[in-house]
């Protein structure tokens, strides 16, 4: 029963093209984000969800759209593909404390490879 | 300079070595540290987790954190062919609700040679 699940885990596509990536958590979790991993393994947050709402919007093209159904759903759409977009897109989830720790939970990961 | 500052490696032991990873940081205001360990084609999992300055340890896996040299280390006894993998260490600030942003080192490429 996985916690953090990902579709699709593998994505080729042209550039130009639209595209999107799912996320779905059965944790129950308040919090979910997209981390993006590039070539060097380095992980970057790109956005983050309390609860529906947008809390970190990091210095990412407008390219790419969160989109948040509900608490246990995030989407990333990304319009207009381009070949630097190349990446592995990761999924995770926290639950938010009052200590304020983050311990997420991560997705297996959304590898895109932009042609 | 990146907030987090962590050697790539890779690191090549003998099985039942014992292994050394470490990380520095810049900013003080960093209260909670972790390590996450990536499998190949997989999503990093949370190995480790303290909170603060000390030492916590869980079998052959021990965490160290000593804030006032912003330096954290996570210690791995009697390494073995399965701890092979890239340990990420991780860490963030006091803040709301998913807004306290957890900082990545780049990862060390850890494999252990039976």
């Known amino acids: 029963d996985t916690a953090v699940s990902q579709t699709p885990k593998y994505l080729v596509t042209q550039m130009g093209n639209d595209k999107s990536i799912k996320c779905e958590q059965n944790?129950?979790?308040?919090?979910m984000y997209w981390y993006k991993q590039d070539s060097k393994k380095f992980l970057k947050i790109m956005f983050s969800?309390?609860?529906?709402?947008?809390?970190i919007n990091e210095t990412v093209p407008n390219r790419f759209s969160p989109k948040s159904p509900d608490k246990a759903h995030l989407n990333l759409h990304i319009n207009s593909l381009e070949l630097g977009d190349s990446a592995v897109y990761f999924c995770?989830?926290?639950?938010?404390?009052?200590?304020?720790?983050?311990?997420?939970?991560f997705g297996a990961g959304s590898r895109l490879t932009v042609l | 300079q990146k907030e987090v500052e962590q050697d790539p490696g890779p690191l090549s032991v003998p099985e039942g070595a014992i292994v050394s990873l470490n990380c520095t940081y810049s900013?003080?205001?960093?209260?909670?540290f972790m390590w996450y360990r990536q499998y190949s084609r997989k999503g990093p999992e949370l190995l480790m987790y303290?909170?603060?300055?000390g030492n916590k340890e869980d079998g052959r896996f021990t965490a160290q954190v000593d804030k006032s040299s912003k330096y954290i280390s996570l210690f791995i006894r009697d390494s073995q062919p399965s701890d092979s993998a890239t340990y990420l260490c991780?860490?963030?600030?006091?803040?709301?609700?998913?807004?306290?942003?957890?900082?990545f080192g780049t990862g060390t490429r850890l494999t252990v040679i039976p």
């Open positions: 995770a989830s926290s639950q938010s404390r009052g200590s304020g720790a983050n311990v997420l939970t």
């Open positions: 944790l129950g979790h308040d919090t």
């Open positions: 991780a860490m963030s600030a006091l803040g709301r609700p998913g807004a306290n942003n957890l900082f």
């Open positions: 303290t909170y603060s300055s």
């Open positions: 900013n003080s205001a960093f209260q909670y």
């Open positions: 969800y309390n609860n529906k709402e947008l809390i």
